[in-house]
C-alpha cells in the first residue's frame, strides 16, 4: 500500500495498517517511525515510476495536495485508489472507517473512530454555551494571511465557539493586511510554532488590538491544527483553551 498524504500515513498507522505503507509522501513524520518509509515525492508531483515498480494493492490519495494529472495517471494505469480530503472535523472518523474496511482492520478502526467522534462531541457540547471570543488565525506572517469559512482551521474555531473575523473572506485562505485585521477587534491571536510565521510580525507594534493590549496570543504545532487525524482533537483542546484563558 502507498499513501500519499502526512494525515493518510497517521490514520492508517492510527488503526493498525501502518506497517504496510510501502511509500508515502513529504512531511509524512508521524508517529516516528513514519520518517523510515521512503518518500516518492510531495505537492510537486509523485514519482510514477516508482508507483509502478512497487505495484501498490492499494494507493491513498490526497486530492486537496496531490496533483491531479498524478491521481488520473493512477487511476489509468488500473491501480486501486482511495482518496482521503477530510473537509469537516466528523470526516475523519468517517475515513478512518473506511480505511479500516479496505485494508482488513474494521474492529481498531470502528474502535479509533468512535473514540474520536465521542470526543468530539463532548469538546462540541462543552464549548456550545460559552461566550464568542473573536478569533484571528495567523496562518502565515509574510504574506499575511489567515483563514476563513470552508476553511479546516474554520471547524475547530466553530468547535470552541470562536467568531473567525474573516470568515466571510472571499477565499478560503485570504491574504489580508495588518489594517485589515486591526479594524477587526480581535480578541486573540492563533499562531502556528512556526519561527517564520512568529518573527514576521511585532504584533506589540499595534497595542490598539484588543488581542495585543491583553497579551492573548498564542502559538500551537501546526500539525495538530491543520492535519485531518485523530490528533485533531489535541488541536481543538488546544485552541479551546486559548479561547478559555481571554473569557477568564
Request: proline residues 4%; hydrophobic residues 40%; charged residues 20%.
Amino acid at each position: 500500500m502507498i499513501a500519499l498524504s502526512p494525515h493518510g500515513v497517521e490514520m492508517l498507522f492510527a488503526i493498525g495498517a501502518g506497517d504496510s505503507i510501502v511509500a508515502t509522501t513529504d512531511y509524512a513524520d508521524f508517529p516516528a517511525v513514519a520518517k523510515n518509509i521512503p518518500s516518492i515525492g510531495g505537492y510537486y508531483g509523485i514519482q510514477i515510476e516508482r508507483v509502478i515498480e512497487l505495484n501498490p494493492d492499494l494507493i491513498v490519495v490526497w486530492q486537496s495536495g496531490n496533483k491531479i494529472e498524478d491521481i488520473n495517471q493512477l487511476r489509468d494505469l488500473g491501480f486501486t485508489i482511495v482518496n482521503s480530503d477530510p473537509k469537516r472535523l466528523a470526516d475523519v472518523a468517517t475515513d478512518i472507517e473506511l480505511l479500516g474496511k479496505l485494508t482488513g482492520h474494521s474492529g481498531k478502526a470502528k474502535q479509533v473512530a468512535d473514540d474520536y467522534r465521542q470526543q468530539l462531541a463532548d469538546i462540541t457540547l462543552q464549548n456550545q454555551m460559552k461566550p464568542a471570543v473573536k478569533v484571528f488565525y495567523q496562518l502565515w506572517s509574510t504574506p499575511l494571511m489567515t483563514v476563513s469559512k470552508g476553511s479546516w482551521i474554520q471547524n475547530l474555531i466553530e468547535v470552541c465557539h470562536g467568531e473567525n473575523v474573516f470568515y466571510n473572506a472571499a477565499s478560503e485562505y485570504p491574504q489580508i493586511s495588518i489594517e485589515n485585521v486591526l479594524l477587526t477587534g480581535a480578541e486573540v491571536i492563533l499562531q502556528s510554532q512556526d519561527e517564520g510565521n512568529i518573527l514576521g510580525i511585532n504584533w506589540s507594534d499595534w497595542p490598539e488590538l484588543p488581542a495585543v493590549k491583553n497579551q492573548h496570543i498564542y502559538q500551537f504545532d501546526a500539525d495538530l491544527l491543520h492535519r485531518a487525524t485523530p490528533r485533531a482533537i489535541l488541536g481543538v483542546n488546544a485552541v479551546c483553551g486559548a479561547l478559555d484563558k481571554v473569557r477568564k
